[in-house]
């Protein structure tokens, strides 16, 4: 149920929205990037186009309706302690924002660089931090108190709570939580099968429940500890999971079984400090280091071995955080000063900086791209 004031605010939020769409649209745009500001006094999405050469170029800015958070004790780059709390669906239709200080989400339809705002609900728990979907199914990590997992339909881009879909990680954090010992991120399997969460520091597992055919999860997961301390931010690739464990700022992969048990890890540091998210973009990995302030890049051998390629792919604005990638350029934001860092992929796997998108609030968490 959405609070009176927060009711308000997702009326003007529509307005806004409507009266941003009616000049924002670029055409000949080559792709769009939606960045999260994450701000306590009202969350929004910056929608930028990205031009022939990677640039981008604000086209306009959609309030959530609801209010951006801080987890604890105040980290001055990442403030909602998480990879994933912006997602766009595969079809590129829906974007899916958490408002982690109101407690709810946001679903937008997108049109082009176009937003409409299409539902603010619950998120189920406190403090949502990251959010996935497949299909017509979307899962929130609740990163405070016990942590929740809690499902939700899609229904033309309107989120639709699934009635007896939440679950529990048995966490005990507070709201909001510590950046440290909240959980760091939900995702699918790639087959859909499994829906997956880190815990960071609180158990430094890998929690991998089973997803029914009614959109329901089992009742609870398989625990699996991780290989180096931490475990963060995760993607998929070689058949395999690839985690960010920011302990020992290390990649590693993982053989995942049908059953939810993780085996046959094998890590890699980078070296640097704090190895968090992890974006796959071709064959290269690249990581942020939050307290190296640079991106690593690593390879993924058949085995699912890692393999570090460069320690410094790139130096970044301090607080690398979350990343995205567009038509061969990587889009790194940081938290520290509130900016978009661009590069272009070259052939070989490097980057090459292309220039920084300035002017955006310290603090901004969430970025996705079409």
Not at 199 to 205: E, L, N
Not at 322 to 345: C, I, K, M, P, R
Request: charged content about 10%.
């Amino acid at each position: 149920m959405i609070r009176p004031a927060l009711a308000v605010f997702a009326v003007l939020a529509l307005i806004g929205a409507q009266s941003a769409s009616a000049h924002g649209h670029h055409p000949g745009s080559r792709g769009v990037i939606f960045v999260q500001t994450n701000e306590p006094g009202g969350n929004k999405i910056d929608v930028f186009n990205r031009g022939d050469d990677g640039r981008l170029s604000l086209a306009a800015a959609y309030p959530t309706g609801g209010l951006g958070g801080v987890a604890a004790p105040g980290t001055e780059s990442d403030h909602l302690a998480s990879q994933g709390s912006l997602a766009l669906t595969a079809d590129g239709r829906t974007l899916i924002a958490v408002n982690a200080g109101s407690d709810n989400v946001t679903s937008f339809r997108v049109h082009g660089d176009r937003l409409q705002l299409r539902s603010i609900v619950s998120s189920g728990g406190e403090f949502p931090a990251s959010v996935t979907v497949r299909g017509g199914l979307v899962y929130v990590l609740d990163s405070g108190g016990t942590g929740v997992v809690q499902g939700f339909w899609l229904r033309g881009s309107h989120l639709v709570p699934i009635a007896g879909s939440a679950r529990s990680l048995g966490l005990a954090n507070g709201d909001p939580p510590n950046f440290l010992t909240s959980p760091g991120q939900v995702g699918f399997t790639p087959d859909g099968r499994q829906l997956l969460v880190t815990t960071k520091a609180s158990t430094s597992s890998i929690d991998a429940f089973q997803v029914r055919p009614d959109g329901r999860l089992s009742a609870t997961p398989v625990v699996n500890p991780s290989a180096t301390p931490v475990p963060f931010a995760f993607t998929f690739g070689s058949g395999r999971l690839v985690d960010g464990e920011a302990g020992a700022s290390s990649l590693t992969t993982y053989a995942v079984g049908s059953g939810g048990a993780l085996s046959d890890p094998r890590s890699q540091s980078d070296g640097q400090a704090a190895l968090c998210w992890v974006l796959r973009v071709g064959d290269v990995y690249f990581v942020s280091n939050t307290g190296s302030n640079n991106v690593s890049s690593f390879s993924v051998d058949a085995s699912g071995q890692p393999s570090l390629l460069q320690a410094v792919a790139a130096t970044t604005n301090p607080g690398p955080i979350d990343q995205a990638a567009s038509g061969g350029y990587l889009y790194v934001e940081t938290g520290t000063n509130g900016t978009v860092d661009e590069f272009a992929v070259n052939a070989d796997g490097t980057l090459s900086s292309i220039g920084t998108v300035a002017g955006l609030p310290p603090g901004l968490e969430g970025i996705a791209a079409s």
